[in-house]
């Protein structure tokens, strides 16, 4: 499971040993010293997890999370919070701020490995290592392998990860800077046609199965997995 993680953090001791370990789980790391570098990283590129420390200077962490939680392209955006602060009413207003977990300091990196596990397991599932079947569709990811009523279907990676989310994310319809954001990580840099390049080479693939059927295009709103 590899994902990529905003550390946002201000003391460097703290920031190098969180992205330190989180590299070494496999998991890309951007930092970011405040509340305002978090937010132009955000803006560069959608991550798969936040970890917000608390006590940042000028904008406080809380204030980040709740400005977050309130905006459409980041609402549903996993937040792991840190603090030093062990005090019961501290993690409640943090939980209320929009973080979806909690970490007080100091905390070992196995710990921390296990929050963010935990954390992408329940919001981010396409990042899980947990095969998925829909209708006689099965994707495994850990095996990299896709296949449709029993026979194989080979799936260029983007394809493969597109379908994952899809699979993941079932009966919604997301929109092409949504699907931007959530498969490429990048919704400003990569025009929205080529959602609709992978989109067509997917129907392909899964066209001699008639399994092509799945896959919902809503003129004008964007595409997703509806289940049979
Ligand atoms: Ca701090």
Redesign the pocket.
């Known amino acids: 499971m590899s994902a990529t993680i905003l550390v946002v953090?201000?003391?460097p001791q703290?920031q190098e040993l969180v992205a330190v370990n989180l590299e070494h789980a496999g998991h890309r790391v951007r930092r970011a010293a405040s509340a305002e570098e978090a937010e132009a990283a955000i803006r560069d590129e959608l991550p798969d997890v936040v970890i917000l420390?608390?006590?940042?200077?000028g904008e406080s962490?809380v204030a980040l999370a709740r400005r977050l939680r309130a905006q459409e392209r980041t609402q549903g955006l996993p937040i792991l919070m840190?603090t030093?602060r062990a005090m019961e009413h501290d993690k409640i207003s943090g939980l209320e701020a929009g973080a979806d977990d909690y970490l007080t300091k100091p905390f070992s990196p196995k710990e921390l490995a296990a929050r963010i596990k935990a954390v992408l397991r329940r919001r981010a599932p396409q990042l899980a290592d947990d095969a998925v079947e829909i209708g006689g569709l099965r994707l495994d990811p850990a095996g990299r392998r896709v296949t449709a009523g029993g026979k194989v279907v080979e799936l260029g990676p983007t394809e493969f990860r597109l379908l994952h989310f899809l699979m993941t994310h079932p009966d919604r319809i997301y929109s092409r800077p949504q699907l931007l954001d959530h498969v490429w990580g990048d919704h400003v840099f990569i025009e929205e046609r080529t959602v609709d390049v992978h989109i067509r080479r997917l129907r392909k693939a899964l066209e001699p199965t008639g399994h092509d059927a799945l896959v919902d295009t809503v003129r004008g709103s964007g595409y997703g997995l509806r289940k049979p």
């Open positions: 953090e201000d003391e703290v420390d608390w006590m940042l200077p962490g840190l030093a």
